[in-house]
């Protein structure tokens, strides 16, 4: 009993570790919102939230591990998946702005061991991932070396349609070290880390290392170690703030270089994420990413001036939704607490047993007070994108094909289309992956990655 009575002071403890007094409405409301959604087990993390300059919240909830038995703290590090291509996507604009390259080079000049099909790349493609470079299931900097370099073709022209591989970031890493001579790690503490103050970063820190919050999954478990590719900064809230303050001030590469950082095809992210401007001027920079269990995503809304930074080591897909419900705060405005992740369950369950996942998908809709499902293809479409990076395309296609038995705007229904065109498109049945990419330009004709397959294939993407 006693040992109960101290775990429970210990859980509760690390709910309310907030660094400032509870005595700003804007604090204490921010602070339910953040214990509500540690309660229900959708944010274990740490969070900063300024608004005009003022630090309004900074916290740190919840556990270092999944063994529960260490608080997390603010000096904690954590991986940021995709926002770490930043970096590398600063480097070659620093490089660019010194006249070191240019963004219209073909890779091929700097990078001459890659077959001919480099010559048609330029780096311009490779930063907002239109360079027709397929996807990679290399984990490591020499597999993704390896399959480049017996890559026959490109999967479809650069600039004609926006692929999410990560051969597009290992390329722009070695051109950085090509050019500038120096290791892309070293390069990076150089030219970003050391300028910026941002002494708490570590490239390529060990997952495992007892500075990093060590990632964990919903039922507790840690992360296992794993092999994978370099140039990842391990780095705390406090210094990827630091980081996007000044990216988003111009302080490491001027306004036409991020400019050049924000394009992005179609649907697609740019080097940036989500970045947007108005009449020249940058007014929102959002980015997420994850991996293994980690998760971020940066907010900044340069109108109202105010930043949501929020970094998690227990992936549960709902830092979105507590950003919105945090702005609705700051705007004095109702909020709701996030509920339960269905993708994250439903991922797991059709990955272990396809038919059992059917069977828990139909249960688990019928259970709203438990699960999120606001966005039931959103649900779908993740999985099933989730699936296809395993190889799983046949069970990826149904599942995309059961999303299509939603009541969907047409902009889903055309995504849903584009997806399993796709799907198709990988194992080589043409017929039904154009019919799909067609069905998807019906229903969309913004679609410019259902069109550019149409174009690849052949056929006219036109209604």
């Not at 600039?159 to 001579?181: C, D, F, M, T």
């Not at 007892?210 to 590719?229: G, H, L, S, V, Y």
Request: proline share 3%; glycine share 6%.
């Amino acid at each position: 009993m006693k040992n109960k009575f101290l775990t429970f002071i210990l859980f509760s403890n690390l709910l309310t570790p907030n660094l400032f007094a509870q005595t700003d409405p804007l604090s204490r409301r921010i602070d339910s919102l953040i214990q509500a959604a540690h309660r229900i087990g959708v944010f274990n993390g740490n969070i900063i939230v300024i608004s005009k300059g003022q630090t309004i919240y900074k916290a740190a909830v919840g556990f270092a591990d999944g063994s529960r038995q260490y608080p997390l703290t603010m000096q904690k590090r954590f991986d940021i998946g995709s926002i770490a291509k930043e970096f590398n996507g600063m480097s070659i604009m620093l490089l660019a702005e010194r006249k070191k390259l240019s963004a219209t080079d073909p890779i091929r000049k700097y990078l001459p061991e890659f077959p001919a099909w480099a010559d048609s790349i330029h780096i311009s493609h490779l930063l907002n991932y239109t360079s027709g470079l397929p996807a990679t299931a290399a984990n490591t900097d020499q597999g993704v070396l390896n399959e480049l370099l017996v890559l026959k073709n490109l999967a479809n022209i650069p600039g004609r349609a926006y692929i999410y591989s990560y051969a597009n970031v290992y390329l722009q890493q070695r051109i950085v070290e090509k050019v500038s001579g120096l290791k892309y790690q070293a390069f990076v503490e150089k030219n970003i880390l050391k300028p910026l103050d941002m002494k708490h970063t570590v490239m390529d820190l060990p997952l495992n290392d007892t500075t990093m919050a060590i990632a964990f999954n919903n039922k507790f478990i840690n992360e296992k170690p794993r092999e994978t590719t370099s140039g990842w900064p391990r780095l705390t809230a406090e210094d990827l703030y630091r980081f996007v303050l000044a990216v988003d001030s111009y302080k490491l590469v001027g306004k036409t270089s991020v400019q050049k950082l924000s394009e992005h095809f179609g649907e697609g992210e740019s080097s940036l994420g989500e970045a947007k401007f108005e009449n020249g001027e940058l007014v929102w920079h959002q980015h997420h990413g994850s991996n293994y269990n980690y998760e971020a995503l940066v907010t900044h809304d340069l109108k109202n001036d105010r930043f949501v930074i929020l970094t998690t080591s227990n992936q549960n897909f709902k830092v979105r939704q507590l950003t919105t419900a945090i702005l609705s705060i700051l705007d004095h405005k109702p909020y709701t607490v996030p509920k339960r992740s269905l993708y994250l369950e439903l991922r797991e369950e059709m990955l272990a047993d396809f038919d059992a996942g059917v069977a828990f998908y139909r249960t688990a809709t019928e259970q709203k007070d438990v699960y999120d499902l606001s966005f039931p293809i959103g649900d779908l479409v993740n999985t099933g994108k989730f699936l296809m990076r395993r190889n799983r395309i046949d069970d990826a296609i149904r599942v995309f094909t059961l999303g299509l038995l939603l009541d969907l705007q047409d902009k889903d229904y055309g995504i849903a289309c584009q997806f399993i065109a796709e799907g198709y498109k990988q194992q080589g049945r043409y017929d039904m992956a154009v019919l799909y990419a067609q069905r998807a330009v019906r229903k969309d004709p913004d679609n410019k990655i259902a069109r550019s397959m149409l174009d690849q294939m052949g056929i006219s993407g036109k209604n």
